[in-house]
């Protein structure tokens, strides 16, 4: 799966926990931009990664991430090598 692949699928999951349509996201965005992505939303966001990827975040890296750049690259470090 590319970045670009991951970063829809966040876009996808994000728009469905928020209830929004059409999300447009950039590595560069982060909770507050979205007056609705609460830490409520953000675990909802996680979990909902994690059961269409098949596998579970370590709290500790999930903790550290700040921007959706950096959740990319936690999904992209899990994912097999070609």
Do not use: C, Y
Not at 72 to 77: F, K, M, P, S
């Amino acid at each position: 799966m590319t970045r670009s692949d991951i970063l829809d699928r966040i876009a996808m999951h994000l728009g469905e926990v928020l209830d929004l349509e059409d999300v447009k996201l950039t590595e560069a965005s982060t909770a507050e931009d979205f007056e609705e992505w609460d830490s409520v939303n953000h675990v909802r966001l996680l979990i909902r990664i994690e059961h269409d990827l098949g596998f579970q975040f370590n709290t500790e890296d999930v903790g550290m991430v700040q921007t959706v750049g950096e959740l990319v690259d936690l999904i992209a470090a899990r994912q097999p090598k070609a």
